[in-house]
Nanobody, 129 residues
Framework: QVQLVESGGGLVQAGGSLRLACAAS????????IGWFRQAPGKEREFVAG????????DYGDSVKGRFTASRDNAKNTGYLQMNNLKPEDTAVYYC??????????????????????WGQGTQVTVSS
């Protein structure tokens, strides 16, 4: 079965950086659109960043624009989320997600939870003030 495994979370001070990784098994990232979401206690899961299937189209949630960068390494079948200038309000469980590419939406970035078929188990990111 498909597995997405996130890593790289942890505790960091405000202003610091972390890089999350999402490794896929029994699944090919090169044929997928990828998304990153987060969920803080008592809040809904929210879109953080996404990459299109083809090309390098990206999109970001308003609260992370200019600070976070999503990327992928298809050779390693891994997606990444570089998070810089972290703030306490970035504290949440971060999830990666994937869905198969669509020939009629090659460069589309999917931003809704319901758009994705596969999810990782999440990794905790805690930013102290």
């Amino acid at each position: 079965q498909v597995q997405l495994v996130e890593s790289g979370g942890g505790l960091v001070q405000a202003g610091g950086s972390l890089r999350l990784a999402c490794a896929a098994s029994r699944y090919t990232f090169s044929n997928s659109a990828i998304g990153w979401f987060r969920q803080a206690p008592g809040k809904e899961r929210e879109f953080v960043a996404g990459l299109s299937w083809i090309g390098s189209t990206t999109d970001y949630g308003d609260s992370v624009k200019g600070r976070f960068t999503a990327s992928r390494d298809n050779a390693k079948n891994t997606g990444y989320l570089q998070m810089n200038n972290l703030k306490p309000e970035d504290t949440a469980v971060y999830y990666c997600a994937a869905r198969g590419g669509s020939f009629d939406s090659l460069t589309r970035v999917y931003t809704n939870v319901m758009d994705y078929n596969y999810w990782g188990q999440g990794t905790q990111v805690t930013v102290s003030s």
